[in-house]
């Protein structure tokens, strides 16, 4: 994929105030962010606070740095001379911090629930974990696996010995050739994914109807997953922590404008290079924007007690051993951006998923 315009190369970027501009203005402080995975709707937010002015109003120039493929955006922003900010799932963080020590910290819960599902044919006949016993399961790695690892484990069910892991790539093909059993997806993806395809048998889109969907929310093992983290190193250096608030309001803002303006933020997910087309970028835009929204505490604010239930689930599934303790987390930050925000809705109580109609292949 070619660099968007909004992105820089990282040795080029430091969280220190460029060069003053020829107006005469204030220097911008330049900043990274590390996206989870490709640019696509999953970080409207992000692009929109590029196109509307929001991170240049706040005296920002933020370039943001693609995930997918092998990138571990956990590990990224771990780096001492990593990226200043990083878009990742809340699990995968505390697995590091107890496996590597990283002092990623989260400083901000944009997701207030998960969007992972399992899907299989409805033919399979499997609607529950305990399904999943003698079953090929898609699971993706880099930690994205966490949860449905966590929710058959619940069920009494370990990798091995009772399924059979499949290493999936982020993406519907396995499950579509029927090499699984099971796939992993996101509500927001993968599952629109296999809904913009032709079944050969029909030739019309598969539909719902041909699929069981599995949404771990509703077994007990989803976790908190976007979230803005820091490594509290950096936040600790003199002016970070303006510099963190002033990041994370222009962001609140952009995801606010993405709720109030889909079709917009559709454009400048598009203009970041999105791989998928339009079609399924509204798909995915629509379903985030019901995971981020209603935010009861304002957008961006941590529910102490999904925090805690990610934290106790992923000791139950033995990925770590002990609490993370009150380092992992602060709400501060988030409190002091939206405490800037006062002209406009930070919490979104009315938001209303809209219908939306996939296209074939998403375009």
């Given at each position: 994929?070619?660099?968007?315009?909004s992105q820089a190369p990282a040795s080029d970027l430091a969280a220190e105030p460029s060069?003053?501009?020829?107006?005469?203005?204030?220097?911008?402080?330049?900043?990274?962010?590390?996206?989870?995975?490709?640019?696509?709707?999953?970080?409207?937010?992000?692009?929109?606070?590029?196109?509307?002015?929001?991170?240049?109003?706040?005296?920002?120039?933020?370039?943001?740095?693609?995930?997918?493929?092998?990138?571990?955006?956990?590990?990224?922003?771990?780096?001492?001379?990593?990226?200043?900010?990083?878009?990742?799932?809340?699990?995968?963080?505390?697995?590091?911090?107890?496996?590597?020590?990283?002092?990623?910290?989260?400083?901000?819960?944009?997701?207030?629930?998960?969007?992972?599902?399992?899907?299989?044919?409805?033919?399979?006949?499997?609607?529950?974990?305990?399904?999943?016993?003698?079953?090929?399961?898609?699971?993706?790695?880099?930690?994205?696996?966490?949860?449905?690892?966590?929710?058959?484990?619940?069920?009494?069910?370990?990798?091995?010995?009772?399924?059979?892991?499949?290493?999936?790539?982020?993406?519907?093909?396995?499950?579509?050739?029927?090499?699984?059993?099971?796939?992993?997806?996101?509500?927001?993806?993968?599952?629109?994914?296999?809904?913009?395809?032709t079944d050969p048998g029909s030739g019309q889109l598969f539909q719902p109807t041909d699929?069981?969907?599995?949404?771990?929310?509703?077994?007990?093992?989803?976790?908190?997953?976007?979230?803005?983290?820091?490594?509290?190193?950096?936040?600790?250096?003199?002016?970070?922590?303006?510099?963190?608030?002033?990041?994370?309001?222009?962001?609140?803002?952009?995801?606010?404008?993405?709720?109030?303006?889909?079709?917009?933020?559709?454009?400048?997910?598009?203009?970041?290079?999105?791989?998928?087309?339009?079609?399924?970028?509204?798909?995915?835009?629509?379903?985030?924007?019901?995971?981020?929204?209603?935010?009861?505490?304002?957008?961006?604010?941590?529910?102490?007690?999904?925090?805690?239930?990610?934290?106790?689930?992923?000791?139950?599934?033995?990925?770590?051993?002990?609490?993370?303790?009150?380092?992992?987390?602060?709400?501060?930050?988030?409190?002091?951006?939206?405490?800037?925000?006062?002209?406009?809705?930070?919490?979104?109580?009315?938001?209303?998923?809209?219908?939306?109609?996939?296209?074939?292949?998403?375009?």
């Amino acid at each position: 994929m070619s660099p968007a315009p909004s992105q820089a190369p990282a040795s080029d970027l430091a969280a220190e105030p460029s060069a003053a501009s020829a107006s005469g203005g204030p220097a911008l402080t330049k900043v990274r962010l590390q996206l989870q995975w490709y640019p696509q709707a999953q970080f409207a937010g992000y692009f929109a606070a590029i196109e509307q002015g929001y991170y240049a109003a706040e005296n920002l120039e933020v370039a943001w740095l693609p995930g997918g493929g092998a990138i571990a955006p956990q590990s990224v922003g771990s780096q001492p001379d990593g990226p200043e900010f990083t878009i990742a799932w809340q699990p995968k963080v505390l697995v590091a911090r107890s496996a590597d020590g990283s002092q990623l910290v989260n400083i901000a819960q944009v997701f207030q629930r998960s969007g992972t599902l399992t899907l299989s044919w409805k033919d399979s006949k499997i609607t529950k974990p305990t399904d999943f016993a003698g079953k090929k399961v898609g699971l993706w790695g880099l930690g994205n696996e966490l949860e449905v690892v966590a929710g058959l484990k619940k069920s009494g069910l370990e990798p091995g010995t009772d399924y059979t892991p499949v290493s999936q790539d982020f993406d519907m093909a396995l499950l579509l050739s029927r090499q699984v059993d099971v796939a992993e997806s996101m509500i927001y993806d993968g599952y629109a994914q296999i809904l913009e395809t032709t079944d050969p048998g029909s030739g019309q889109l598969f539909q719902p109807t041909d699929l069981d969907a599995i949404n771990w929310n509703d077994e007990g093992s989803a976790m908190l997953q976007d979230a803005v983290f820091a490594r509290s190193g950096w936040l600790a250096q003199p002016g970070n922590q303006d510099v963190a608030t002033r990041f994370l309001r222009a962001s609140f803002e952009g995801w606010i404008y993405c709720r109030d303006n889909p079709a917009d933020c559709i454009q400048f997910t598009l203009k970041a290079g999105a791989r998928l087309g339009a079609g399924h970028q509204a798909w995915m835009l629509n379903e985030v924007n019901a995971l981020i929204w209603p935010s009861p505490g304002g957008i961006g604010i941590l529910d102490q007690s999904a925090y805690r239930h990610t934290v106790e689930t992923v000791i139950a599934a033995g990925m770590i051993s002990a609490d993370p303790g009150p380092d992992a987390t602060r709400t501060d930050l988030a409190q002091a951006a939206l405490a800037g925000i006062t002209d406009a809705d930070t919490k979104g109580a009315s938001f209303v998923k809209s219908t939306i109609d996939l296209t074939p292949t998403g375009n």
